[in-house]
């Protein structure tokens, strides 16, 4: 459709965006040698998120050595991106006057990210290395809520009154000795720090000195109370296109600011979190862990299941005296059991996305409720009128058909059910659906399809 | 720890960013009614993406209604923001000219992305609103392949040459009649407009106009091939804190811009298509979708999975004989299956989320496979014990609660090896591991765990 078809690339790899394998084997090599002065070459080049995946990956022993010959280049930018999971551990290994450089470099959003974890001692370890207005900034943080847009935000925010022109912003930013690293908006504010409106960087540079600024003020505007959840504010900033949003606390004054990047990571981890929530691994882990760390963090999805296994089984105790008389029972019964367990798992998935993504909300719930119900009797229908046929085929028996056929269509809506009952409930009693419906929801599709079966099999076959 | 503690907020609550129910109702009377009036005066108020958001969650009857009362309104804004799904139905229900305005008001990348799944009828009357620049930036995109950063790109980009001062890029962008809506960097260029570096809009308005370009860009600035993976690029951004990005060519020359917004959405999309993935569930799956389009979505996951329940049947067909002599088997056989199912979906769910966030790569897949062996072994052992005791005391025979302990230790090895075996090879084969994994895992689940538990009895009890 164009005459400009690019060729194929043969640049690009998989692994752009990685650090090359052999030079992690030389990274590894210089470690064991005890050479800082290569390993430091080696590192020079790198940015600080790639060098902290790479102590991320180091084995433990290797960190500790690595820790020591290089301790003198970790800096805030390293320190901030180094997984939560292994940072206390890093942190411990360092000399402390290390980390109080590398926490001097850090925005106040990071350093708030650092410590909130901490003990007390080691939390006032840290923020004693911070000058007086840098600690105020962080404690104001840390006394909002857990993942609330409180510690979330930077409390340095550029400012101008609403009644300067384009001209006195400009001449106030080329006097300002300090600016943030990162800033995009300029936020107008009154007297008493209530936000008004903000202007784009871009936008001030193209407009006349003499225009007003709140006359070149974006439509995008909008403020998050400092209360706000942080997925919340993630879904906001998605939703928007923003690229930062001013923070308020109750009294509507400006108490920070968050920017794109901060609301793009917590979108990641949430995403993350509900991945590994609705499979059953710890939100904790990642493919850092040690082998008792990860063992740990299985043990309790798995002693959950055990439970309700061994409760699933003794339905089938209940009907042992049918197996007896007709051991196809015992063959054909995982079948029901699995197809709504798969079922369930299927509205499950999509109704904790819904939630998650605020498509899924009391107005339209029933609506959806309803039409989950006919999917799970639609699809019962079809997936019992094959095994029906099948089992016929199979066993020769048109009553075992008809007996399979009917449990497959009572587990499906049932399993339709409470895929989306389940989660609605949970995510209503103010617990995370990802976390605790999986379980509810398999219990229900294997009692429910071994009994259905079973007891179908015994009243209208035995 | 601070005595600024500020109370409970009362105003935040879960819906903050959503239209409110009473407003709902009142579009839908508004609709019901037929008063374009009222419509336009309740939704003037809200951002576009909230319109679009309305539109989408309308039954398929009403959502005809409101276009036609509301179609002098939809601008491009909306359009761009409406799900993919349902976005050729409400095209098809707009006069031409409505949709041709919209179009002309759209960025470049959002074009791109309204235009690249249509017929090429439809393509060619949206790229015929456009005026000539636009509709060469347009076809420019989409002659890169789709999901590449090529087609993410906006071609609008500020630059400027290398050699310029401060005060030159000031008078240049106070004299340029267009710029982009967004754009947080001017990029440096020499004149084969291969890109040096990048400076921040902050930076240039902070610094004297003599200061040259070079000596104040950023140490962030990377740029992207065309080429490159959407997928990666969105990596990227997350990885490096990245807030736009310079695309070239092969020939390293520029050719557009990424920003933050389209990598965060980029994001976003990944991770919700590798939940829906990994539950069985189409990518297209949303919650507007009808009972149809829902049913017929999920067939596939399910009609692959009744044959893998099939299978795993004919297995216990196998030993339908030791059954027959001792129906506890059948009682206790799920179990087994049950619990490999969920220790394999454990470790396929860390595995998938490795690949897709670059935590697993060839340089550590062997020290990762080892570790999942170890951790199946020891959850084996520990879940196999409990349930051997288990079995022991309910059923009084020490050697069923050897047997299914021993089966229990096979089959959690068995699933964490599959769990992260799988998905590697489906990742080297090029294929999506999310997608195919969880079918291939719980398969080697049930037919190892009955075949090892059955079996085992067969030898030692039967």
Request: proline letters at 4%; aromatic letters at 6%.
């Amino acid at each position: 459709m164009t005459d400009q078809t690019p060729a194929p690339d043969n640049h690009t790899d998989d692994d752009e965006f990685l650090p090359r394998r052999e030079l992690l084997d030389r990274i590894d090599a210089a470690i064991d040698a005890g050479d800082a002065g290569l390993l430091n070459a080696l590192l020079e080049p790198m940015h600080g998120a790639d060098i902290a995946d790479i102590i991320e990956r180091l084995v433990p022993a290797r960190r500790r050595v690595f820790l020591t010959l290089y301790s003198g280049e970790i800096d805030g930018e390293i320190l901030s991106e180094i997984a939560d999971s292994i940072r206390d551990e890093v942190i411990d290994q360092l000399p402390p006057e290390v980390v109080a450089e590398a926490v001097r470099e850090m925005d106040s959003d990071d350093v708030v990210d650092l410590v909130e974890d901490m003990d007390e001692p080691d939390r006032q370890e840290i923020l004693a290395a911070l000058d007086a207005t840098d600690r105020a900034a962080v404690q104001q943080s840390l006394a909002y809520p857990e993942y609330s847009a409180g510690r979330l935000m930077q409390s340095e925010v550029v400012t101008a009154p609403e009644h300067w022109t384009v001209g006195e912003a400009v001449a106030f930013l080329q006097s300002e000795d300090w600016l943030p690293e990162q800033f995009y908006h300029i936020v107008l504010v009154d007297p008493r720090r209530h936000p008004l409106g903000y202007v784009t960087l871009g936008r001030l540079l193209a407009s006349a000195h003499a225009t007003l600024l709140r006359d070149i003020t974006e439509d995008s505007f909008r403020t998050v109370s400092a209360f706000a959840e942080e997925a919340d504010v993630a879904y906001a900033f998605n939703q928007y296109h923003l690229i930062s949003a001013p923070v308020v606390d109750r009294d509507d004054r400006l108490v920070g600011i968050i920017t794109i990047d901060d609301a793009m990571a917590v979108l990641d981890e949430e995403h993350e979190e509900d991945i590994l929530r609705l499979a059953g691994v710890g939100d904790e882990s990642s493919l850092t862990d040690s082998v008792m760390q990860t063992a740990r963090q299985r043990v309790p999805w798995l002693a959950t299941n055990i439970l309700t296994a061994v409760a699933a089984a003794s339905v089938i105790g209940l009907f042992e005296g049918s197996i007896a008389q007709l051991v196809a029972l015992a063959v054909l019964m995982p079948i029901v059991a699995s197809m709504g367990g798969n079922a369930g798992t299927q509205t499950l998935t999509v109704a904790v996305r819904g939630l998650a993504t605020k498509g899924l909300t009391k107005d339209n719930s029933v609506r959806v409720i309803r039409r989950e119900a006919v999917v799970g009797l639609l699809n019962g229908a079809i997936f019992g009128l094959a095994i029906g046929t099948v089992t016929y085929l199979w066993f020769g028996s048109f009553g075992l058909g008809a007996v399979i056929g009917l449990a497959m269509i009572i587990n499906l809506t049932i399993a339709a059910l409470a895929g989306i009952l389940v989660p609605l409930t949970l995510n209503k009693l103010g617990a995370d659906p990802a976390l605790a419906s999986p379980t509810f929801v398999t219990t229900v599709t294997d009692v429910v399809g071994f009994f259905a079966f079973l007891g179908l099999a015994t009243v209208m076959l035995l």
